[in-house]
């Protein structure tokens, strides 16, 4: 009895506790999740997805149930018509009493940029086509995080498709399977319409992990299997974390459930990824992660805290432009800032953990606003990063409107590499970040 008062007094809460919203928006509430059946033959692919490997190559993933399938994909940029063939390898893997299918991954390439080029995967089942990233600016990424798959999910996918874009980002938490596996499957399905269409770059989430004492100590079977990333084209370790470059942009997924500390390898392989940075190249550097170093929502306070103690003096002395994180289920935008405090060479830190999981949205913020923190909004909705040119980029945050796409939030900004005060860079004094200072 006290349990249930509890409940409703915490759900009274929650109803009346305010928060930032448009005068015209009413929030929707949680919708259920979406399981995305299996309906084709089982030798047939599914779960088709594509990420970039390497300048000019993709990876093309999907699953199959039957046995003899090949791992190769014929592909042309003509319809029907395949002039090349590639072969590649398969996995699969056990999880307690589930065994996957098999999971295939064809690097093909070279292609040509900007260009749509149709395939087939395993010698059967339907054409899929992507179009390949393009070579000069303008490029654009939309960003979503913490996904999972409910009809909020859908509807942010939707939204994501319904204008054109370059490359998905995604800054953890997939599926949500939790260690149900067929849940991955379902997952795999679920977006195949949109990620067989543009490469999907990600990073790993909490909801990744999926160890278990002893039987499954280091965790990500699922994803490494799944989804796995360029991390050997970065020279990194661990599909935990990698970097790849796409026009004029270096991007730099990080792991926040990997050593982090110093001189563990991800700290290591980190400090030589940005050494490798060349600027005339790539002008814009972007890194994601998912547990937020900044972050005024009451949910997961500080623990992003360690990595940012461990990382934030590297990025910041490498004068990164924006930093993407997830799960917190809401929507924050910071100014630029470093250890704490607003500044001008810092990067813009953003919380985009609203893809539409089955969790629901963190509505609940610290009173009052912190000044670094410029927009915060507990709705579902996605990202879009927008480069014009070597020195302006657009940002804007569409949130989910119930079934439409609105623009929320935006700001154009200018890259660090264009700014005569903040580079080249002047060394600057180290200061001590271990103190936590209230946001
Ligand atoms: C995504 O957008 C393309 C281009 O407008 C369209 O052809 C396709 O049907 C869309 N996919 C889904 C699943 O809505
Ligand atoms: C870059 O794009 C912005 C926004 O469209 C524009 O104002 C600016 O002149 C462009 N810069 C160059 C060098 O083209
Ligand atoms: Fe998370």
């Given at each position: 009895?006290?349990?249930?008062?509890?409940?409703?007094?915490?759900?009274?809460?929650?109803?009346?506790?305010?928060?930032?919203?448009?005068?015209?928006?009413?929030?929707?509430?949680?919708?259920?999740?979406?399981?995305?059946?299996?309906?084709?033959?089982?030798?047939?692919?599914?779960?088709?997805?594509?990420?970039?490997?390497?300048?000019?190559?993709?990876?093309?993933?999907?699953?199959?149930?039957?046995?003899?399938?090949?791992?190769?994909?014929?592909?042309?940029?003509?319809?029907?018509?395949?002039?090349?063939?590639?072969?590649?390898?398969?996995?699969?893997?056990?999880?307690?009493?589930?065994?996957?299918?098999?999971?295939?991954?064809?690097?093909?390439?070279?292609?040509?940029?900007?260009?749509?080029?149709?395939?087939?995967?395993?010698?059967?089942?339907?054409?899929?086509?992507?179009?390949?990233?393009?070579?000069?600016?303008?490029?654009?990424?939309?960003?979503?995080?913490?996904?999972?798959?409910?009809?909020?999910?859908?509807?942010?996918?939707?939204?994501?498709?319904?204008?054109?874009?370059?490359?998905?980002?995604?800054?953890?938490?997939?599926?949500?399977?939790?260690?149900?596996?067929?849940?991955?499957?379902?997952?795999?399905?679920?977006?195949?319409?949109?990620?067989?269409?543009?490469?999907?770059?990600?990073?790993?989430?909490?909801?990744?992990?999926?160890?278990?004492?002893?039987?499954?100590?280091?965790?990500?079977?699922?994803?490494?299997?799944?989804?796995?990333?360029?991390?050997?084209?970065?020279?990194?370790?661990?599909?935990?974390?990698?970097?790849?470059?796409?026009?004029g942009?270096?991007?730099?997924?990080?792991?926040?459930?990997?050593?982090?500390?110093?001189?563990?390898?991800?700290?290591?392989?980190?400090?030589?990824?940005?050494?490798?940075?060349?600027r005339?190249?790539?002008p814009w550097v972007?890194?994601?992660?998912?547990?937020?170093?900044?972050?005024?929502?009451?949910?997961?306070?500080?623990?992003?805290?360690?990595?940012?103690?461990?990382?934030?003096?590297?990025?910041?002395?490498?004068r990164?432009d924006?930093?993407?994180?997830?799960?917190?289920?809401?929507?924050?935008?910071?100014?630029?800032?470093?250890?704490?405090?607003?500044?001008?060479?810092?990067?813009?830190?953003?919380?985009?953990?609203?893809?539409?999981?089955?969790?629901?949205?963190?509505?609940?913020?610290?009173?009052?606003?912190?000044?670094?923190?410029?927009?915060?909004?507990?709705?579902?909705?996605?990202?879009?990063?927008?480069i014009?040119?070597d020195t302006h980029a657009?940002?804007?945050?569409?949130?989910?409107?119930?079934?439409?796409?609105?623009?929320?939030?935006?700001?154009?900004f200018k890259s660090l590499s264009s700014s005569?005060?903040?580079f080249?860079?002047?060394?600057?004094?180290?200061?001590?970040?271990?103190?936590?200072?209230?946001?």
């Amino acid at each position: 009895m006290p349990k249930l008062l509890f409940l409703f007094l915490f759900f009274l809460l929650f109803l009346l506790r305010p928060h930032h919203v448009s005068a015209h928006f009413i929030r929707q509430p949680s919708r259920p999740l979406v399981f995305t059946p299996h309906n084709r033959p089982d030798s047939h692919p599914q779960q088709v997805h594509v990420s970039l490997v390497g300048n000019n190559y993709m990876k093309v993933s999907w699953v199959t149930r039957g046995s003899g399938v090949s791992s190769t994909v014929e592909y042309g940029k003509t319809p029907g018509k395949y002039e090349s063939t590639a072969t590649g390898e398969h996995t699969s893997y056990y999880y307690f009493l589930y065994t996957s299918g098999k999971i295939h991954h064809v690097t093909i390439g070279p292609l040509d940029p900007a260009t749509v080029y149709y395939y087939r995967c395993g010698g059967a089942g339907p054409e899929f086509n992507f179009r390949t990233p393009p070579a000069t600016f303008p490029i654009e990424f939309a960003v979503a995080g913490d996904l999972g798959q409910t009809e909020w999910t859908s509807s942010t996918l939707e939204h994501i498709n319904a204008s054109d874009y370059d490359i998905l980002l995604l800054p953890g938490d997939l599926s949500y399977a939790d260690t149900q596996q067929p849940l991955w499957d379902s997952f795999g399905r679920l977006v195949e319409p949109y990620a067989s269409r543009r490469p999907w770059m990600v990073t790993q989430g909490n909801h990744e992990q999926e160890t278990f004492p002893i039987i499954y100590p280091k965790g990500f079977k699922a994803y490494n299997s799944r989804w796995p990333m360029p991390y050997k084209e970065s020279a990194s370790d661990s599909n935990l974390y990698y970097s790849f470059d796409a026009i004029g942009t270096h991007i730099i997924m990080l792991a926040s459930y990997a050593d982090f500390h110093v001189h563990s390898n991800q700290f290591n392989w980190l400090a030589k990824d940005l050494a490798k940075i060349d600027r005339s190249r790539t002008p814009w550097v972007v890194v994601l992660l998912h547990a937020p170093w900044y972050n005024s929502n009451l949910a997961h306070q500080g623990e992003g805290e360690s990595m940012r103690v461990a990382m934030e003096e590297m990025l910041y002395n490498s004068r990164v432009d924006v930093v993407f994180v997830g799960h917190v289920h809401a929507y924050e935008r910071f100014t630029r800032v470093y250890n704490n405090k607003a500044n001008p060479c810092g990067p813009i830190h953003v919380t985009i953990g609203d893809g539409g999981n089955r969790e629901g949205l963190a509505m609940l913020y610290k009173d009052p606003t912190p000044s670094i923190s410029l927009y915060r909004e507990a709705s579902f909705g996605h990202g879009r990063l927008r480069i014009l040119n070597d020195t302006h980029a657009h940002w804007s945050w569409n949130r989910n409107d119930d079934s439409v796409s609105v623009v929320a939030d935006e700001i154009w900004f200018k890259s660090l590499s264009s700014s005569s005060s903040c580079f080249p860079k002047v060394q600057p004094t180290i200061e001590p970040t271990s103190e936590k200072d209230e946001l």
